[in-house]
């Protein structure tokens, strides 16, 4: 009597069975608050993202960023009495989100450049320069905070006290500038989940189930002949 319906149908269908019981897949999840516009420095601002749900699975980890983004002026006062080039002009703003759920914050420092330029005896103003940055920083402190259902609140903002200006040229160049600042928190959550099983799995499941039957009629079979 012959055993195919046993070595090929049946073994086929373990392997199908096994391939479907992957315990736990890594994942993770990035959450925007909303945009804060650019705003005259100093500033301040209030933005909510939401916690990590503990329905997704197990919490393994959590980064804060912050995208930050300016629009400048930069100014450049030239004492002589002749045109004068630079390059590299620019003006800079720090912008910094500050977690609530723990001490965490992260910072970008957003720049708007000028490549190039040639500035008139007196005073030259160049505006609309903008730039943008994104900063990122893991939490290191505890992540349980960062676990419910619901949101917590993070402050995004920035001071004059960083700022700076500057650019390359003659001694007769000086560089000074202004800028408005503004953008928004993010958060990402890493964690495990159960793998549910993809299409392709729920087939090799099917085809392991009719092995398992297959095997069953033939073993019954086989007694009944004997």
Known sequence: MSKRPFSWIAAFGLLACLAVGTPCQANSVTYFSAVV?????????????????????????????????????????????????????FTSIPVTVTSSAGPTSVTATA??????????PGLNTYPGLTGTITGFQPVTTGIAPYIGVGTFNATLGSTVLN????????????FGGSASAGGQADVTYTFTSSAIPEPASMSLLGIGMAGFFAFRRFFNKRNADV
């Open 37 to 89: 516009p650019n705003h005259s420095v100093p500033f301040s601002a209030t933005v909510s993202l939401p916690l990590f749900n503990p329905a997704m699975g197990t919490l393994t980890g959590v980064t804060l960023s912050v995208d930050a983004t300016i629009t400048g002026t930069l100014i450049v006062f030239n004492l002589s009495g002749s045109p004068l080039s630079f390059t590299n002009g």
């Open 163 to 174: 700022a700076s200006s500057g650019g390359t040229g003659p001694p007769a160049l000086l």
């Open 111 to 120: 720049t708007a450049t000028l490549a190039s330029g040639t500035a008139a």
